[in-house]
């Protein structure tokens, strides 16, 4: 059975993922650290999702979960898709600087995706697909995202890395970067989210663009292309506009 792995599976993004995964007749790995979710997710369709429980941030616990559950499910054959989603946000405050809060964010976000990598890597062949998930924030300086844009744009050059040294292996490598999606991560922001996604929408956008094999996954339109263009500006324009956006907070 054609198999994909997915961290982050228990909310958000990830539960949608794995739903959709399910429709399309994958068996889906589904990672995350709540065994209750991790069960209510075997409960939609038994013996369709293995659960893998475990934190992303534990580097030890990681790798050995993950090469057991590979192993077990797969014996010795490939994983035809992993999608590395799992990760946090924390906003800082330049004034009030929290140290301790930077670290979480990256080793969520850029240490977990690698925690994984060390299991994973192994099992992708020829065919195989490697799928991390970043953000559109990396485009641009914004303000009290110190933590949570800098682990995103370098999960994102992590991203090209990876597309350039699987290449020779066969692996497609693909990154995806959503805006906001309305997940119990973003119901805790204080600030208002323009062109707000569902859960559905986004896990679609994401389906559709793994289908069509492409590189960069980046939605919704109407919020990427104007980041983007900002994002081709010089950098002294760039901070001058985050400044005027931080004053309309």
Known sequence: MITVLITGATSGIGRQ??????SAGWRVIAC????????QLQALSPGQVVAAKFDVTDQQQTETTLSQVLAETLGDGPLDR????????EYLDVEKWDTAQFRLVMEANVMGPANCLGALLPRLDRGS??????????????TRAQAYGASKAALHYLTRTLEVDL??????VMAVSPGFVDTPLTQRNTFGMPALMTVEDASAAIMEGMAAKKR??????????????????????????????????
């Open 129 to 142: 697909e490697l799928v991390l998930v970043d953000s559109l924030a990396r485009l641009l300086p914004f």
């Open 216 to 249: 960069n996954i980046r939605f919704p339109r109407r919020l990427y292309w104007p980041l983007t263009l900002l994002s081709w500006l010089g950098e002294g324009l760039q901070v001058r506009i985050c400044r005027w956006l931080k004053k309309q907070e």
């Open 82 to 89: 992993a999608i590395l989603n799992a990760g946090t946000c």
């Open 167 to 172: 290449a020779e292996r066969g692996v497609r």
């Open 32 to 39: 995350g650290r709540n065994p209750d979710a991790l069960a």
């Open 17 to 22: 993922l794995v739903i959709d995964h399910l």
